[in-house]
């Protein structure tokens, strides 16, 4: 027992010091790329290139250099609601066993052709699933539904080779698993394509589960809690997208965004598809999310 404790502390040091190098090498930072370059989010990037400083280095500065361009703490929910408007990437209202964020996804109810807004859709909700993770926690589990997928639903591969390069380059260690539900044959080529650029470890996290098998369904339900998970992915729960409500709540998490990152927003009126308007409301900040927004 001495020796495996030994061990763990051992091994927690060599994390630690290794955290120590990272930060060193990086060089003093300011403002927004200070906040982001928390120790969790040195220690994600430290993971994702196997503990090696220069290339974690390397990939961190890229990221900060990236955010620096394309501000994704700056997007907010009234510029991408209308990517939205069909439910095809949101946040679900339970978390999976460990307590993690989890974002559903509908490439079957795909509703715009722009790759730009689709991609600024995503990133928003990457974000906004971030800062909801509880403290200490770092990723979140992805549900996808294919429910109605076609060929004519998909993004082109060049797309989701971007989104592909956005998540792995910016986003290291974030995704802990991803089941892909009851996919058509039709997905089986498109994934192969996608396949070619995922990380070895990103692969590994994907999982394809399909509602009539056993197998599959032990395996959700080792993530999920059977009531909490939806129909459509073998559960017994309802999960009905409602933009009007959904809206609200992004409204809400936009004004916990801004006071973090220092941001002064204006508040906005979102637009529903009914023609009604979810007003902004300003909530108390929650619990600390210094360590979760990194």
């Known amino acids: ?40 989010c040195l220690r994600r990037y ?17 990221t900060l250099k990236w955010r620096l361009t394309y501000k994704p703490e700056e997007i907010r929910w009234h510029e991408v609601a209308h990517e939205g408007e069909t439910g095809k990437v949101s946040r679900a209202n339970f978390h999976d066993h460990q307590g993690r964020t989890v974002l559903i996804m509908r490439p079957g109810m795909q509703n715009t052709k722009s790759a730009e807004n689709n991609i600024r859709h995503l990133v928003y909700l990457l974000e906004n699933a971030i800062m909801n ?78 509602p009539r098998n ?26 009905k997208y409602d933009h009007e409500e959904f809206s609200r709540l992004m409204a809400e998490d936009d004004v916990k965004t801004a006071k973090f990152w220092g941001i002064d927003d204006k508040p906005y009126h979102i637009a529903n598809g009914s023609g009604h308007s979810a007003a902004e409301v300003a909530p108390e900040l929650a619990a600390p999310i210094a360590q979760r927004v990194s």
């Open 1 to 40: 027992m001495l020796l495996k404790q030994g061990s763990s502390l051992f091994g927690e040091f060599c994390f630690l010091f290794r955290v120590s190098e990272l930060r060193t090498a990086i060089g003093p930072l300011s403002g927004r790329s200070a906040k982001y370059c928390t120790d969790a």
């Open 46 to 62: 430290l993971e994702a290139r196997n503990w090696n400083v220069d290339k974690a280095k390397k990939m961190l500065e890229e």
């Open 133 to 210: 993770l509880a403290e200490g926690q770092e990723q979140m589990s992805w549900l996808i539904d294919f429910t109605g997928f076609s060929l004519n639903t998909s993004i082109p591969i060049k797309v989701a080779r971007d989104i592909v390069y956005i998540l792995q380059g910016h986003y290291p260690e974030r995704l802990a698993v991803a089941f892909l539900c009851n996919p058509p044959k039709v997905f089986e080529a498109f994934y192969k394509a996608i396949k070619y650029f995922l990380d070895p470890k990103t692969a590994q996290k994907v999982k394809f589960v399909y």
């Open 214 to 239: 056993k197998d599959s369904m032990e395996l959700m339900k080792s993530y999920f809690d059977v009531e909490d998970l939806p129909g459509e992915f073998g559960g017994n729960g309802t999960l």
